[in-house]
């Protein structure tokens, strides 16, 4: 039919159906007035849309043999008051003109309704190839629902769909997009201003896992979950009655603000507590109150999100049948987590709660705990008591978890979670869930204190040296670390009582060091962290610090170097730890000039206070003196290096390195440079050349096609712009083969640099003949779970990549390979392989990681790699 014989509708039909659109939402809302029902309201107002677009397509008929689905959250049936109506018109074929002009029709008519739709017009084949492309698009088709058109078209969308499915990559795909999702809202659901939607712990998080669990057959809604055994019964009340309070806060929100908003903004939280008919009571006001009943659901959806993630996971990959391997009598690794040899482990020995954290820190092969060990743990909390807390073993315990080299931050935030350290250290409870009322802090009290401890811990690691280079170096020369983190879970305890909260916490941590039994010196000095936790901030931004009285003062409050210096490291972590938008660079050269200038009034050193760094500097001009080398031929060549080459390399390391490009900082050629490692077999392989993009693919590449296993790996970019990498490599043959091999290294390696053409493609080494072929056949057996960690660093200028997986001939050139596919450039890495894991991290940057989307893509191309 001609396009000119269409007749439009009738101007007066359309309005009568925006009216009565109007008045049966109206009506709905008023019944959930009347009942709170958050479920009874969404599935009406989507059958109030249901219908409405039956009587639409009336007017505006769908293009021939087409069908019309809704899609998203309104096709699982449930649809909020401001939300989007997301749709899928289904056409048989490409579409028309005169398709294309029904289509526009439709959906400029529900935009007159004033319905706001999502719309998608698509063939079954474009949605397969779309679905493909976009994991949000699969998802959204996967609750595709039937509402007018064509059946037969909807029949074989449904198979398609179903039979293009693949649950394992679907599963995975889900799993990077939440980690991506919970990256964004920095891995906590306790933000001052949450997303009831979008954030940790929230109705997303519900989601995903029904998506998942759907996916992969397991049911569509809770009680199916459990009754596939993924749940209890118990966990799943509790899950559908969190998520009931979600749906009634969003939809409150809706309503309130007349519009799509899931952010419980500070602006509303005072009107959301008087629907709730929450009154102030006391020195708390009625929005705290609230906002800590979220936390606490979010808290639940969080730990239970664990568990049943790793549940589904287990059900999908399967792992060949293993014995448990046992830690000690009480505790076993079972598919690197762990668990306990008896499932009344925690009620039969309590002093068993805290052991399995520090279990978790001594274990690094252990990677999570199993669902039952979460599970016991959680139910085992309220065997906390009095006595528990006086019991010495427990006490002793805990001190013992904070001193641990690693894995505290972990420990600490899944002791919280758990409820355990809430009720082992009574004050801490009181500050679960306290909002922080200022302009500052974006966290609640104990997720900011728990911040500030990971910032602490993150002084200590050398692939977190370029964020704060003199934090870096300072607690270097500063011994027991875990006297600040101690002061660090002590300096806000007592927000929200009312008074001096730095007195108030001095007072806790005053009474927690005697019934801990700590050193005299030591408790003073978490005291007095406490005490003036605020202080050097204070002064540093408030004083004049040009004025000697000024920095003479602030000497005489800390009374020597190492108060000074661990009141500088937790003054920096704790500003650190209240928003990511607080810290800037002013305010951090402010801290450092005041630091400074009290360590000289304290009578101290030069302005430079790296004892250990400047030990293995001397060290390595010592080496170099041996070898003829004046005191300062390495000044030019280390002006270029920053404090994070020096943490990651020792003296006769820096030594070797200096003595053979001292005279080469602005090498135009590349310099390669080998040797017998020094300590261990293998090579030792340095590379010096003005850095590109290609140039680890390149090297990696080499070193894969001359069957060099790469153990370690040490990637470096001066300030400059050279590249300083080297590699301990091992190859087949005796001690004196390896030998060999030193001089045609260096020339192969150098040759290949010089080159500007694409590198030609290597076959890969076969299994078999790969070096480290025992290793992969081992990895086979006893398989590792691939794991890719992607994080912004703390300035937000580079992203933090951690891998783990087997080890495997050619993996790190595979790697390398892929971040040159997405424009992924390499800054700094640390690449280590430990027996037949691999534990690397990378220090990248590159504009596709800035997207939401091709960063998943370049997270899903690295986790096939890695498998």
């Known amino acids: 039919m001609p396009l000119a014989d269409h007749r439009s509708p009738a101007l007066a039909d359309v309005q009568a159906l925006r009216s009565t659109l109007r008045a049966e939402r109206e009506q709905a809302i008023a019944t959930f007035r009347s009942n709170l029902r958050a479920d009874g309201l969404l599935t009406e107002l989507r059958r109030i849309v249901d219908r409405t677009l039956l009587a639409l397509i009336g007017m505006y ?288 020995n309590p002093t068993l709660i805290l052991r399995a954290f520090l279990m978790m820190q001594q274990h690094p092969e252990l990677k999570s705990m199993s669902a039952g060990t979460l599970r016991a743990l959680w139910h085992a909390r309220r ?49 679960v869930g306290q909002m922080q009322h200022d302009l500052f802090h974006a966290y609640t009290v104990d997720q900011h204190i728990l911040m500030v401890v990971r910032n602490l811990r993150r002084f200590t690691m050398p692939e977190h040296a370029h964020e704060y280079p003199l934090c870096s170096q300072l607690i270097a020369n500063f011994d027991r670390h875990w006297l600040l983190y101690l002061a660090a879970l002590f300096h806000d305890i007592a927000k929200g009582r009312g008074g001096d909260h730095s007195v108030l916490g001095a007072a806790e941590m005053r009474r927690f060091s005697r019934d801990f039994g700590m050193d005299k010196a030591d408790a003073e000095l978490v005291e007095f962290l406490v005490k003036h936790h605020l202080t050097f901030s204070s002064v540093a931004q408030k004083q004049d610090l040009s004025d000697p009285d000024v920095i003479r003062q602030m000497a005489a409050v800390v009374g020597d170097k190492r108060h000074l210096t661990a009141l500088y490291l937790l003054t920096v972590a704790d500003i650190r730890g209240t928003s990511p938008k607080v810290w800037n660079a002013w305010k951090g050269k402010l801290l450092e000039d005041l630091y400074l200038m009290t360590r000289q009034a304290l009578g101290g050193d030069a302005p430079d206070p790296t004892a250990i760094l400047e030990n293995r500097k001397q060290e390595a001009v010592r080496i170099l003196r041996l070898y003829g080398l004046s005191d300062d031929a390495q000044a030019a060549f280390w002006k270029e290096l920053d404090v994070a080459y020096f943490l990651r390399h020792e003296a006769p390391d ?138 912004p660093d703390d300035r937000g200028q580079a992203w933090i990549l951690g891998v783990t997986a087997a080890d495997r001939s050619g993996l790190l050139h595979a790697m390398a390979r892929t971040f040159a596919r997405h424009g992924v450039n390499l800054k700094t890495a640390k690449v280590m392989t430990l027996g037949e894991r691999v534990e690397d991290t990378f220090l990248i940057e590159g504009p596709s990681l800035s997207n939401a989307r091709t960063q998943i893509q370049f997270e899903q191309e690295l986790l096939e790699v890695l498998a």
Not at 282 to 308: C, D, F
Not at 386 to 397: E, G, I, S
Not at 742 to 771: M, Y
């Open 654 to 791: 820096i030594a070797w390195q200096t003595r053979h490009l001292y005279k080469h900082v602005r090498t135009p050629v590349p310099i390669v440079r080998a040797r017998v490692a020094p300590v261990g077999e293998g090579l030792q392989i340095v590379v010096y050349l003005k850095d590109r993009p290609d140039l680890f693919a390149r090297i990696v590449g080499y070193f894969d096609e001359r069957r060099l296993s790469i153990q370690d790996a040490r990637i470096h970019t001066t300030r400059h712009g050279w590249a300083l990498d080297s590699f301990i490599v091992l190859a087949e043959g005796s001690p004196s083969e390896q030998r060999s091999l030193l001089s045609l290294v260096e020339h192969e390696l150098k040759e290949l640099l010089e080159t500007t053409s694409p590198p030609t493609a290597r076959t890969p080494l076969s299994p078999s003949s790969a070096t480290g072929s025992r290793q992969s056949r081992q990895s086979r057996m006893f398989p590792i779970t691939p794991q890719v960690e992607l994080r």
């Open 383 to 431: 065997l906390i008591d009095a006595q528990f807390r006086r019991n010495p073993v427990n006490k002793h315990l805990f001190l013992t978890i904070l001193q641990q080299p690693r894995g505290i931050v972990h420990e600490l935030r899944r002791m919280n979670d758990l409820s355990i350290l809430p009720r082992f250290v009574l004050p801490f409870r009181r500050i």
């Open 61 to 348: 008929p769908l293009p021939e043999g087409a069908a019309l689905a809704a899609v998203g959250g309104y096709g699982r049936g449930e649809l909020y008051p401001y939300s989007d109506v997301d749709i899928l018109i289904l056409l048989k074929q490409a579409p028309t003109d005169e398709d294309e002009s029904r289509v526009s029709n439709l959906v400029t008519a529900l935009w007159d309704l004033g319905l706001e739709p999502g719309h998608s017009a698509r063939t079954i084949d474009e949605c397969i190839s779309e679905a493909a492309k976009d994991i949000t698009v699969e998802t959204a088709l996967l609750e595709a629902r039937f509402l007018a058109g064509s059946r037969p078209l909807m029949r074989a969308f449904d198979t398609a769909t179903r039979g293009s499915l693949d649950k394992r990559a679907f599963f995975n795909a889900k799993q990077l997009e939440m980690q991506q999702r919970h990256t964004k809202y920095h891995f906590t659901p306790y933000a001052l201003e949450p997303n009831c939607k979008e954030s940790p712990g929230g109705l997303r998080d519900l989601q995903v896992i029904l998506w998942m669990a759907r996916a992969a057959g397991f049911g569509k809604n809770w009680n199916e979950v459990a009754r596939a055994g993924l749940l209890t019964a118990d966990e799943a009340r509790h899950l559908r009655r969190a998520e009931q309070a979600f749906k009634r806060l969003r939809i409150e929100l809706h309503l309130l603000t007349k519009r799509r908003e899931d952010r419980v903004v500070f602006d509303v939280q005072t009107a959301l507590a008087a629907v709730y008919g929450i009154p102030t009571t006391g020195p708390r006001r009625a929005s705290e109150v609230l906002m800590q009943r979220y936390y606490w659901a979010a808290k639940l959806v969080t730990q239970l999100n664990t568990i049943l993630v790793q549940n589904i996971e287990d059900r999908l990959f399967p792992r060949p049948g293993e014995e448990a391997l046992s830690i000690d009598d009480d505790f076993c690794n079972v598919h690197d987590r762990l668990a306990t040899h008896r499932e009344d482990a925690f009620e039969r």
